[in-house]
């Protein structure tokens, strides 16, 4: 069909169907707003096309082997095959299942659905094209926009995506065959998601890191146990050195990078490892190159300064509580509105984008949004570390439970880890928690609701848990902050 230079209106547009876009585009219709939703590429956006969704399946299609191939101390002996192109298969189902379900979604909530790449005229209107040749474009107006474009791969110098041994985290996701050897520049959470699944899959990983530690931002106490199971997976680490250019070996058979020490920046803002400084450069031999150095805003595609829309020094449209742009009518919501770039964290602003169009009072509140890394073992955190309640002027007491004296976690086989609560001493309210280790990504939950609800100590300590499980260690941890732990000792 050849579309021409129609102008059609809406109330509410949504640019960009991830994860805050459709989440605001169906919380708007279900609220009667008059919403028209525009996507250029797929229904469900990085999330459920090349990130969280897919990710998640090959971490647990590559668990179930890896748990398979080493169960013997349960008395199982099994050497499972991997086929790739099966395993692909069945998360390319599992994200077709979504995807589908959030066109669905939008439709019965009277969400209208257009295919197109957006791009401001003015502050009230914005055109759409239309790929492929006589595809032409429409000019839409609106009464309010809701930018949810977004974020893409970051590249590094001379590490251009299109070459065809170096691959972003979307491609990576993506191949067809196991690759023998595989270099990872970035230990942040996608680099060592990743580098886990190919070292299941039987990949020699080497991870290469500018700084002297994985997953920056996260304590070492939750750190430890992943970057222990990672080498113990047989991940190589190499930190400290910057991925600074490669080239295809002589033999032809992969390429060769060559890393340099990078300059003197630790983690926590110290000075990296001395050693590292005077190092010399590193020669690394690998069949592929996954670059994961983070990833930036798509505000730089929309001509945002036709709508007098504004970003910050990183490209991030900035937004205040309730997801309002520098242009009232105009509201940012997701990866392009800044960090921390986490699908939920997106879902919640567009909800609330949507009610505050709408005219209701919701505001974006934080305080309760956990983060996960689904490493193995998983790290979940909430609220606020020892350290941010600390600085914030709490007196703060702390609670912890070990999973290896939780039942449950050892009839799991994985006992690796903890739970830990910080509370305000005083009352008990519960202001932050982490977690490491198995289903961490899910026992966050009760802790982010104590949170939410203004829970206490008192409050998860006399909740009775469900036994043998493994949320009994986040009651645990709360008796433990109280000083009456039953399976550990108290502090
Ligand atoms: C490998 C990987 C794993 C991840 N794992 C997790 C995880 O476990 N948990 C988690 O919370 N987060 C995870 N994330 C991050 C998560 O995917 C993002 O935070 C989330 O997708 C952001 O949602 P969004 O709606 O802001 O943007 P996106 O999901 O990026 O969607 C933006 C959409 O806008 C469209 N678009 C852009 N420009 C235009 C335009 N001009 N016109 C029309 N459409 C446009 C794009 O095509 C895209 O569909 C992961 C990311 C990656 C890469």
């Known amino acids: 069909m050849v579309v021409g230079d129609v102008t059609t209106g809406t109330d509410v547009l949504v640019i960009g169907a991830g994860p805050a876009g459709y989440v605001a585009a169906i919380r708007a219709g279900q609220l009667d707003l008059d919403v028209t939703l525009v996507e250029k590429e797929a229904y469900g956006g990085t999330c459920l096309n090349h990130g969280c969704i897919p990710s998640k399946a090959l971490i647990t299609a590559t668990d179930v082997a890896h748990d398979a191939r080493n169960a013997e101390q349960m008395g199982i002996h099994a050497d499972p095959a991997i086929d790739l192109a099966g395993m692909v298969s069945w998360k390319d189902d599992v994200v077709d299942q979504?995807?589908?379900?959030?066109?669905?979604?939008?439709?019965?909530?009277?969400?209208?659905?257009?295919?197109?790449?957006?791009?401001?005229?003015?502050?009230?209107?914005?055109?759409?094209?239309?790929?492929g040749e006589g595809q032409g474009s429409e000019t839409l107006e609106f009464e309010h926009a809701i930018v949810a474009t977004g974020s893409r791969p970051i590249e590094i110098?001379?590490?251009?995506?299109?070459?065809?041994?170096?691959?972003?985290?979307?491609?990576?996701?993506?191949?067809?065959?196991?690759?023998?050897?595989?270099?990872?520049?970035?230990a942040g959470y996608i680099g060592m998601e990743l580098a886990s699944v190919f070292a299941k899959l039987g990949t020699d990983v080497t991870v290469v890191e500018m700084l002297d530690e994985i997953l920056p931002g996260y304590d070492n106490d939750l750190k430890r146990p992943v970057k222990q199971h990672a080498k113990d997976l047989g991940i190589e680490f190499e930190f400290g050195y910057t991925a600074a250019e490669w080239h295809e070996r002589e033999d032809g058979d992969g390429v060769r990078v060559i890393a340099e020490p990078a300059a003197a920046v630790a983690a926590d803002g110290g000075a990296a490892a001395e050693e590292t400084e005077e190092a010399d450069s590193l020669d690394l031999d690998a069949e592929k190159v996954l670059v994961a150095v983070g990833r930036q805003p798509v505000s730089d595609t929309l001509d945002?300064?036709?709508?007098?829309?504004?970003?910050?020094?990183?490209?991030?449209?900035?937004?205040?509580?309730?997801?309002?742009?520098?242009?009232?009518?105009?509201?940012?919501?997701?990866?392009?509105?800044?960090?921390?770039?986490?699908?939920?964290?997106?879902?919640?602003?567009?909800e609330v984008a949507a009610e505050v169009i709408a005219g209701e009072p919701s505001a974006i509140d934080y305080q309760a949004m956990p983060a996960v890394v689904f490493t193995a073992p998983e790290i979940a955190t909430v609220g606020m570390s020892e350290t941010d309640a600390e600085d914030t002027g709490f007196d703060t007491v702390i609670g912890k439970f070990p999973f290896r004296a939780s039942g449950r976690a050892l009839t799991t086989g994985e006992s690796d880890g903890f739970v830990k609560i910080v509370a305000e001493e005083d009352e008990g309210y519960v202001l932050g928690a982490s977690i490491v280790g198995p289903e961490a990504s899910e026992l966050v939950g009760e802790l982010s609701l104590a949170i939410e609800l203004g829970a206490t100590l008192e409050d998860v300590a006399s909740t009775i848990h469900a036994h043998p499980t493994l949320s009994e260690s986040v009651m645990e941890a709360a008796e433990n902050a109280l000083g009456h732990a039953i399976h550990t000792l108290n502090r």
């Open 304 to 350: 945002l300064a036709e709508a007098g829309v504004e970003t910050n020094d990183k490209g991030f449209i900035e937004t205040d509580s309730r997801a309002r742009t520098n242009v009232d009518h105009i509201f940012a919501v997701g990866d392009v509105a800044g960090e921390p770039m986490l699908a939920h964290k997106g879902s919640m602003e567009g």
């Open 157 to 186: 110098p001379n590490f251009s995506y299109g070459d065809e041994p170096i691959l972003n985290s979307r491609q990576a996701l993506s191949l067809d065959s196991v690759p023998d050897s595989l270099v990872v520049v970035g």
């Open 98 to 131: 979504l995807t589908g379900g959030v066109e669905k979604l939008c439709k019965a909530n009277g969400v209208n659905l257009m295919e197109g790449t957006a791009t401001f005229a003015d502050e009230n209107t914005v055109r759409i094209s239309h790929d």
